[in-house]
């Protein structure tokens, strides 16, 4: 009887599977950095910030900001607003402002976005987005 017990208590979750309905929502960045040959670059530390807002129908708003620090010619301000797509678990997104965010195949999760890429040989940007 024991073993019976033990066995229904164990709840075996469903896999997450990400749509514009529950992928929809506000995110800020909870990790943004960038390593290269010579360290890792905190940007958030350095006053980075990501905010995106991702509606169902396909839509974004948001705001990306890069200090000097990170920029090394400026402070770098970038309005979001634009589109996301979903295809199977990866997120595109398109702002008519050329960033590094549209040039990322983000993976979705539950409450989370998060972004992987090396840009050349050398630059690798990370960024991970909650909800």
Same mark, same amino acid.
């Given at each position: 009887?024991l073993?019976?017990?033990?066995?229904?208590?164990c709840?075996?979750?469903?896999?997450?599977?990400?749509?514009?309905? #529950?992928?929809?929502?506000?995110?800020?960045?909870?990790?943004?950095?960038?390593?290269?040959?010579q360290?890792?670059?905190?940007?958030?530390?350095?006053?980075a910030t990501?905010?995106?807002?991702?509606?169902?129908?396909?839509?974004?708003?948001?705001?990306?900001?890069?200090? #000097?620090?990170?920029t090394?010619?400026?402070?770098?301000?970038a309005d979001?607003?634009?589109?996301?797509?979903?295809?199977? #678990?990866?997120?595109?997104?398109g702002q008519?402002v050329?960033?590094?965010?549209?040039?990322?195949d983000?993976?979705?999760?539950?409450?989370?976005?998060?972004g992987?890429k090396?840009?050349?040989?050398s630059?690798?940007?990370?960024?991970?987005?909650?909800k």
């Amino acid at each position: 009887m024991l073993g019976i017990a033990a066995f229904t208590a164990c709840k075996v979750e469903d896999p997450f599977i990400p749509s514009p309905e #529950n992928m929809a929502g506000a995110y800020h960045a909870v990790e943004m950095v960038a390593a290269d040959t010579q360290a890792v670059h905190d940007w958030l530390a350095a006053g980075a910030t990501l905010d995106l807002n991702l509606t169902v129908d396909g839509t974004t708003t948001g705001h990306l900001f890069l200090p #000097n620090s990170v920029t090394k010619s400026g402070d770098f301000d970038a309005d979001m607003a634009g589109t996301w797509l979903l295809t199977g #678990n990866v997120i595109q997104f398109g702002q008519p402002v050329s960033t590094f965010v549209r040039a990322i195949d983000f993976s979705a999760g539950p409450d989370r976005i998060v972004g992987d890429k090396t840009f050349g040989d050398s630059l690798r940007i990370i960024i991970v987005l909650r909800k």
